[in-house]
Structures are given as structure tokens and as C-alpha cells.
């Protein structure tokens, strides 16, 4: 998709709409895949595109509860198109009493459909998952004890605010370089550093019908 192997419009709307609908089609299942990035998801033409690499995917029978689930992530994947929260996880994984986080992992695989749309089409996504200096006082605890611990917290939600705030605005400024307008601010959705309100992957299929004008 970079350079000359760039599609038009009309077929990355075809393109996009595919890769969610399968990942969609995941969810429904309750299959988290862990390790999405670009160079696994093959793209044969606009209308057919393939998931590969489920070595480190997962099911999951219970229903998530509070947009939460305690997870134990697996360490055994590609650091460049993590989430946030889990790329922090990896860093800090020596330091916890239990390497059990709260996250929510289908809402972790959006943010990496997101690094890795914008890796397709030549963007640099180094760093777009890596909070600031600090930023595993706030995060751990985020992780490990509760969300509404540090939001409902004064001092700690200030703190995360601004770290949260510090990479939103490089990422978005990244999604500025992003050659398809019309698919911008989905990704600003799908690439929202705060898991809470980062768009699911069902409000993510409803942009891509729309984008295809599939009427529900």
C-alpha cells in the first residue's frame, strides 16, 4: 500500500471494510488474536483479505465484564504494534506481583488494526504505544488495581491525563500523514490511548459499513 502500490479510494474503502468485518467476525466468536500486525493480515486484492498467525490467539468463554477482564497477556509478540497498555505490561511485567492485568483485550487488538493500517501505508509507528517519562507510576497502578482508582483520584487523574494527552498528540499527528482522508477520524477512535473510551471493534464495523453504505 505504500508508494505506487497504493490503492484508490474506492478500494481502500473495500480493503478496510474486509479486515474489519473479519476481525468482527472474531469478536463474535469471542477470539482475541494478540499479535495483529500488518505483515498478518495478507491483502490479495481490496475484496480479499486473510488473518493469519493465530499462534498466540485466545478464546474467551466469560463475557467481559465492566469493559474490563483480568488477563494474563502473552509476552511472545510483536512490541511494535502493541497497545499502550500492553506495551507498557511488557516493560513493567519484573516489577508486578502478578503478572494478571485489567484491560480490555478485543479493544487492545483494535488500537493494533489501527499502528497497523497506518504501517501499510508507510507511516512510522515507533514509539505510538510507549507513554512518557513517569509513566509507570500511573499506568502500573491503572493495570493492576482499577481504572476508577486513578480516574476518580484527583492528583492521579491529572497525571494520567497528561500522559495520556502527551501520546494522543503524537499519534494523532501521525494520523495527519494518513493518505485516506475520509478514514481519519475512525482511526483517531481506534488509536485512542485511554482503553475506556477507545472504540470497539463493533463500532468500528458500523464506520466500515458506512464507508461501503451497507445499511443495517
Not at 471494510?17 to 488474536?33: G, M, S, T
Not at 505483515?39 to 465484564?65: A, G, Q, R, T
Request: proline letters at 3%; charged letters at 30%; one cysteine or more.
Amino acid at each position: 500500500m505504500d508508494g505506487n502500490d497504493r490503492f484508490g479510494e474506492r478500494e481502500m474503502k473495500i480493503m478496510f471494510y474486509k479486515i474489519i468485518e473479519a476481525y468482527y467476525i472474531l469478536r463474535k466468536k469471542n477470539i482475541v488474536h494478540h499479535d495483529v500486525t500488518s505483515y498478518n493480515i495478507l491483502v490479495e486484492s481490496p475484496e480479499k483479505v486473510k488473518i493469519i498467525d493465530f499462534e498466540h490467539s485466545s478464546v474467551f468463554e466469560k463475557k467481559i465484564k465492566g469493559m474490563l477482564q483480568k488477563v494474563l497477556p502473552t509476552k511472545w509478540v510483536t512490541p511494535l504494534f502493541l497497545s499502550p497498555e500492553l506495551k507498557t505490561w511488557t516493560l513493567l511485567a519484573n516489577t508486578l506481583s502478578s503478572l494478571f492485568i485489567k484491560y480490555n483485550p478485543f479493544k487492545s487488538d483494535v488500537f493494533s488494526i489501527g499502528l497497523s493500517l497506518l504501517d501499510a501505508c508507510g507511516i512510522d509507528i515507533k514509539g505510538l504505544n510507549e507513554f512518557g517519562k513517569f509513566y509507570h507510576i500511573h499506568i502500573k497502578e491503572l493495570l493492576t488495581i482499577n481504572y476508577n482508582y486513578i480516574v476518580n483520584d484527583s492528583l492521579r487523574r491529572i497525571s494520567y491525563r497528561i500522559l495520556r494527552d502527551e501520546l494522543q498528540n503524537t499519534i494523532n499527528k501521525k494520523i495527519e500523514d494518513f493518505p485516506y482522508d475520509f478514514l481519519k477520524q475512525t482511526l483517531r477512535k481506534m488509536l485512542e490511548v485511554d482503553f475506556i473510551k477507545r472504540a470497539s471493534i463493533k463500532s468500528i464495523f458500523k464506520h466500515a459499513k458506512h464507508f461501503m453504505q451497507i445499511l443495517d
